[in-house]
C-alpha cells in the first residue's frame, strides 16, 4: 500500500511543478495530512524564511498539528517539492495568536499577506 501512495505523491509533485512554492504547498497539504486532518486547519503563507504558517481551524487540534510537525514538513517537502524549514500553527482569532502572526506576516511574501488579511 505504501508503494502506490508513493507513487500517487510522487505524480502529484510533477503535476504542480509549475505552480508556485505557496500553491504547491497547498494542493499538497491535504496529501499530507489526509482528507479529516487538512479540513481542521488552513494554509495562510510561506514567510521569508521558508516557514509555513498554518490556522488551525478548530480549538484542541493545535497541539495535534504541532506533534506532527515533522513528518507533516517533510511530506510536504518531498510532494511539493518544495524547500520549507518548518511549519508554524496558530490558533483561530487568539490575540495572543494575532500577536505572534503580526512579525510572520511582515516578511511573507505581498500575496500572502493579501490573503491573510481577507479572512
Known sequence: MQAIRDVLRE????SLRPLSDEDRLAAAWVVAC????AARAEILGLDE???????VLQPGW?????QMR????DDLRKIAGVRLQTIHFEGQGSSRERERAAP???SMRPAAVARRKER
Open 70 to 73: 515533522l513528518t507533516l514538513a
Open 104 to 106: 510572520a506576516a511582515k
Open 49 to 55: 524564511d521558508r516557514v509555513l504558517h498554518v490556522r
Open 11 to 14: 505524480g502529484l509533485g510533477r
Open 34 to 37: 489526509g482528507p479529516a486532518l
Open 62 to 66: 493545535r497541539e495535534q498539528f504541532a
